[in-house]
């Protein structure tokens, strides 16, 4: 949350809070499905590669921007 300024900071948690309540409700029906057509643990296989993604799309979009506290240490080394 560093990134985000104090007063935008509810709005952004609620970005990220919004889609995890909803996954977190719907992945036991969904894990529950998967686990009574199949003997093989595709639940797992699929959470981990969502995790993947995820991480990968975070990274992708977050990489240049730094916190303010590194900013302010670059700028207190020049």
């Known amino acids: 949350m560093a990134i985000v300024t104090p007063p935008e900071r509810a709005a952004a948690a609620s970005v990220t809070a919004v889609p ?3 996954a977190a409700a ?3 029906l969904l894990a ?3 686990l009574s ?5 595709w639940p797992l296989i699929i959470a981990g590669v969502l995790k993947i ?4 799309l975070l990274l992708k979009m977050f990489h240049a921007i730094r916190p303010p506290e590194e ?6 080394r020049a």
């Open 26 to 28: 719907m992945a036991p």
């Open 37 to 41: 057509v199949s003997s093989f643990g």
């Open 20 to 22: 995890r309540t909803f």
């Open 32 to 34: 529950g499905y998967l």
């Open 53 to 56: 993604i995820y991480d990968l």
């Open 71 to 76: 900013v302010q240490s670059r700028d207190n």
